[in-house]
């Protein structure tokens, strides 16, 4: 019976430090999630979601305006699908910064109020150019019709 005892007593002792390790992780980072939602870090991250949808939305503008003298709409249909998934970063960034402590702190205030108007801004060319893909889709070859398709869709 002793020796039972020995034997089970390092498995006990390797399952209470793993626990205490795992407990120790999951700590820290529980901890780290709330030290990198600074201010400062929260402002950032909305500046640079606004700066890659505003990047998106120049080259969904030169596409457009490529297609305007006479280009194929493909590249329209392209950017437009880049220019959706700025935009679903951009918020899903915005709602992430609103759903923590930081909303009441002014400055991030004010970052998630300029983010909030560039995804407005975003979404409204978005649907200008779903517009003019619809318009012009009939036109359009039968491939150029489902890249806009799925474009539209993401």
Request: charged share 25%; net charge negative.
């Amino acid at each position: 019976m002793d020796e039972r005892r020995r034997a089970f007593r390092p498995g006990l002792t390797t399952t209470v430090v793993v626990i205490a390790l795992i407990a120790a992780a999951t700590s820290a980072a529980i901890g780290d999630d709330e030290s990198e939602l600074s201010p400062e870090s929260a402002c950032a991250d909305i500046r640079s979601g606004v700066s890659r949808l505003a990047r998106a939305e120049r080259a969904q503008a030169d596409a457009l305006q490529l297609a305007g003298h006479g280009a194929d709409m493909a590249p329209v249909a392209s950017q437009l699908h880049q220019l959706l998934a700025q935009a679903a970063d951009l918020r899903a960034t915005l709602r992430k910064i609103s759903q923590s402590r930081l909303t009441h702190d002014p400055a991030v205030a004010d970052c998630l109020k300029l983010g909030y108007q560039a995804l407005y801004e975003g979404e409204k060319l978005t649907t200008e150019v779903e517009q003019i893909l619809l318009e012009v889709g009939d036109a359009m070859p039968a491939e150029v019709r489902q890249d806009a398709a799925s474009g539209c869709a993401a």
